[in-house]
């Protein structure tokens, strides 16, 4: 939160571009901060002429994958069409079919309809496009994130029952993170 608080604007791997060259826009400046996630910021880079300052941060889940795995799955699953997201280490992206935020993964599969994909991204995201996708056969390496495993419906609903692990921001730190994600929304939502 207190990032959020203290940045311009958020982005997500999915409007981070758009975002970035909004923000030269807006601030008449060739060069945009990109925090936290190195690897994503390389990837803006990659896509923009902006100059992007990164952190050496990274997604532990999407840290994990290493272009020889992803070698290693071209070649022993043929014809697989293998789908990188942006947080991946550059060499990964590099051996991938498609790169993308989860939601292009999505629109990916959608439009082309691939009879074989690997989802080089958290596990269960691949399970939940494989619902949605049930003629597509999905591969699944299998890096799970810790984090996004807490959160359940049963925990969920145990912390609404027993009203425990109430998370309080203080106002004045909420409402600054309030107009950075606002930003984001409407610099998304804006036509370039």
Not at 97 to 124: H, L, N, Q, R
Request: charged share 25%; glycine share 2%; proline share 5%.
């Amino acid at each position: 939160m207190l990032v959020k608080a203290e940045s311009d604007v958020c982005c997500t791997s999915s409007n981070a571009v758009k975002i970035v060259e909004a923000m030269a826009r807006e601030y008449n400046t060739d060069r945009v901060l990109c925090i936290p996630d190195e690897y994503l910021a390389k990837y803006v880079a990659s896509k923009t002429n902006v100059k992007i300052l990164s952190w050496h941060g990274h997604c532990e889940v999407h840290e994990r994958f290493t272009a020889l795995e992803i070698k290693n799955y071209k070649r022993n699953h043929p014809n697989v069409v293998i789908m990188a997201h942006p947080e991946c280490p550059p060499d990964v992206i590099a051996e991938s079919d498609f790169t993308g935020s989860t939601s292009a993964m999505i629109d990916y599969v959608g439009k082309t309809k691939p009879a074989k994909v690997i989802m080089i991204t958290e596990c269960s995201m691949s399970d939940n496009v494989a619902i949605q996708y049930p003629d597509v056969e999905f591969v699944r390496p299998c890096n799970l994130c810790p984090h996004m495993k807490q959160i359940s419906l049963e925990n969920i609903l145990d912390c609404l029952r027993h009203q425990k692990h109430e998370v309080t921001v203080d106002p004045s730190i909420a409402a600054k993170a309030r107009q950075s994600v606002e930003r984001m929304i409407t610099m998304s939502a804006a036509k370039n």
